[in-house]
């Protein structure tokens, strides 16, 4: 891949200011997507994958914050700090308003696509009238070319006669259809990034299928890039070029995606992997990972999967985890840490020179304080 | 939340739109009943200012004059004609005495009590519907900023919307009338009182369901795509949001009736020679015992309105709520 890198998350830490206490939903975040690619966020449910993205768009709401990072968008500031004498951390100039981000960002630059398709259209406007807006509103296109440009798209996602149903309503759409039309919401802005927040998850599995070739046909034809969020490993081995792998609020593995299958590091990749059916490999019995997240107010210290990783030691609980990278030698010059020149990377200190192998295991998984939900034998 | 109009279970669709709900209102034989009264009041209300034969019937012993005539008359008492010609408090038809010229009587001046009853609907009407636009619009627009904006704004849109529910409606709209009006009472600010003693319950009730279609995605959708919040409002919130306000607009219109007529009756509303249900009442209290159709009239009018408007707010929740299908 030799792209350009469009989009460039550094650091991003997004939390949350309850009153039960400051969930840390999205803990320093680092990622990247370049021209023409399928980028995957993956991870269990309330791992943070849907606040990244949202911070993305800067569209978290009270009490959510962001509080640290850098987002750049090829050469716009989405999100910027600098650090003040007292140490604090204030918004640099260069950071958009929010005027700017919603006139050169949002929609036109990076759209969004929801994971319900049952609830992200209105119910009071037909489907022709809210792919109509929001092409006027990001396109120098209105009236007649707008409604001619939205019945292209909606044939473009595949809408049977898109001129009869143009005027129909989100409740006469079925659920695939729906999914469609939103598609055609975001693809009629023509922005260069879209995230897609789970898009598939609402759907069959039928229908999935379809909406992922549809997705891929349309990601060739118009180049445009995509942030993938979903908690199946199944679609991003599918559709995505790289992947992101979550835990807690943080990115624990990322790389290719052939790498992170077929030479995955984090333990938790691997558990993720080895809890889905998958055909290429024989399997009797599905291990789940064990015990369910902890909470992100008071996160495990050190690496934040130790407490349920099957490998962990001593230092797991000790040492901050980094990322190294892992890459296959690919210059086959002998040195496995190319660095910068491999994006395989992991933050397991299994991987770094740090004292893991030296340290004690931690006892068994089992023995630990972690609740199993119903009968494991 | 499946859509606008409440919980729906699975495999369920909604049946939205326009065409939908006046089906249903036309299949419920209350909601039609009230509609018909609404109807009846309506047209009466538009029809006694323009046509001439019930004109006539305005001026009672006077039928040589129309009403355009009639009130610069009343303006002129000395072009009024001697008394004698003038047949006070008649009886309706029915009753001994009275005649298919007055049918429903005669009041104090002489004048044909079923025109002036007619005559009454159209200010009833007026101020009903008048008064309830205004504090439908008030409401709608202070509750849906301050259930999309939220935090301070929210706060300080609804704590000023609060003072003026704390205070009773009757005093406030009389209040607002002696005020504004500077001692002359008119119907005109009985309307804009009423208006903005109606603002608070139309800004909390729109609030409340803002308050959980700003959580849709198709919200969230729209301010991804770049729509400017006030867009957002006018266009997402605002319509999916707006169910429970009309039906609560067309009960505020009885309501509304009702009020003024209360303020008629205690002077602050429509003044002389504006025949005004409220006012004719109090005219007649007096003569409660001598002439006791007077005071039934007037009542019998207010209540038929205000139950055709209930009668149909209570359909229209109905057939605006997928659950209950006819």
Request: glycine share 10%.
């Amino acid at each position: 891949m030799s792209n350009e890198t469009i989009l460039e998350v550094d650091g991003l830490k997004t939390h949350f200011y309850t009153e039960q206490g400051v969930v840390r939903a999205v803990d320093g975040v680092s990622f990247d997507v370049r021209e023409r690619e399928i980028v995957g966020i993956v991870g269990e449910s309330g791992a943070g994958k849907s606040v990244a993205t949202t911070s993305i768009l800067r569209l978290i709401e009270e009490p959510g914050q962001i509080v640290d990072g850098e987002i750049t968008y090829r050469d716009l500031t989405i999100v910027g700090f600098e650090e003040q004498d007292d140490g604090t951390l204030t918004p640099r100039e260069a950071m958009l308003s929010n005027r700017e981000m919603r006139d050169q960002v949002r929609g036109n630059e990076i759209a969004i696509i929801f994971q319900d398709p049952m609830e992200s259209l209105n119910p009071v406007y037909s489907v022709g009238h809210q792919v109509t807006e929001f092409i006027e509103l990001n396109r120098e296109l209105s009236g007649g070319d707008a409604r001619q440009e939205a019945i292209d798209m909606l044939r473009e996602v595949g809408i049977p006669e898109p001129e009869n149903r143009f005027d129909d309503y989100p409740h006469e759409f079925s659920g695939g259809m729906r999914q469609r039309v939103l598609i055609a919401m975001a693809l009629g802005c023509r922005p260069t990034l879209i995230i897609a927040d789970e898009p598939t998850t609402a759907l069959d599995v039928t229908v999935e299928g379809q909406i992922l070739d549809l997705v891929k046909d349309l990601q060739t034809k118009y180049g445009t890039s995509f942030i993938w969020v979903t908690h199946d490993m199944g679609i991003v081995a599918e559709i995505c070029d790289r992947v992101n792998v979550m835990y807690l609020g943080e990115i624990v593995e990322q790389g290719p995606v052939d790498d992170i299958f077929h030479d995955t590091k984090h333990p938790y990749t691997q558990k993720l992997l080895e809890s889905i059916p998958r055909p290429d490999r024989t399997v009797t019995e599905l291990d789940p990972i064990a015990g369910t997240m902890p909470s992100a107010i008071n996160p495990p210290r050190a690496c934040r999967f130790h407490t349920r990783c099957p490998d962990a030691r001593v230092a797991c609980t000790e040492v901050e985890p980094r990322f190294v990278a892992v890459g296959n030698d690919a210059d086959g010059d002998g040195d496995e840490h190319e660095g910068e020149h491999n994006d395989h990377r992991t933050a397991c200190i299994k991987y770094d020179d740090v004292g893991y192998w030296d340290s004690v295991p931690l006892e068994k998984v089992g023995d630990r304080d972690i609740q199993y939900v119903g009968d494991r034998s | 939340m499946a859509t606008t109009e409440g919980q729906l279970g699975d495999g369920e669709e909604p049946q939205v739109g326009w065409r939908h709900t006046l089906a249903q209102v036309r299949n419920d034989p209350t909601a039609r009943f009230g509609l018909y009264i609404i109807a009846i009041a309506t047209s009466v209300a538009i029809f006694s200012a323009v046509d001439a034969n019930l004109s006539r019937l305005t001026l009672g012993a006077y039928h040589d004059y129309t009403i355009g005539e009639w009130l610069p008359v009343l303006e002129n008492p000395e072009t009024l004609p001697p008394p004698g010609e003038m047949q006070t408090y008649q009886p309706p038809v029915f009753a001994e005495g009275g005649s298919w010229d007055n049918p429903l009587g005669t009041d104090q001046s002489g004048r044909d009590y079923l025109s002036r009853i007619i005559y009454g609907a159209r200010i009833s009407m007026a101020v009903g519907f008048f008064a309830t636009f205004l504090g439908l619009t008030g409401g709608v627009a202070i509750g849906a900023v301050a259930g999309y904006y939220g935090g301070w704004i929210d706060d300080v849109l609804m704590r000023f919307v609060e003072i003026i529910y704390s205070i009773p409606a009757l005093v406030l709209v009389i209040v607002f009338t002696v005020f504004v009006s500077g001692g002359n009472p008119d119907v005109i600010y009985a309307i804009l009182g009423v208006g903005i003693a109606t603002v608070p319950v139309f800004s909390r009730i729109i609030r409340s369901r803002v308050l959980s279609v700003r959580e849709m995605d198709y919200v969230e959708a729209a301010r991804a795509a770049g729509v400017t919040d006030r867009n957002i409002i006018r266009r997402h919130i605002i319509p999916n949001s707006f169910a429970p306000v009309l039906v609560y607009a067309t009960l505020q219109i009885g309501f509304a009736i009702l009020i003024v007529a209360g303020l008629s009756f205690l002077g602050y509303g429509a003044q002389p020679p504006t025949p005004d249900w409220g006012q004719m009442l109090n005219h007649a209290h007096g003569q409660m015992h001598v002439n006791p159709w007077m005071s039934i009239w007037p009542g019998v009018a207010i209540l038929l309105t205000i139950m055709g408007f209930n009668l149909f707010g209570d359909g229209l929740q109905d057939a605006l709520d997928p659950r209950i299908d006819n």
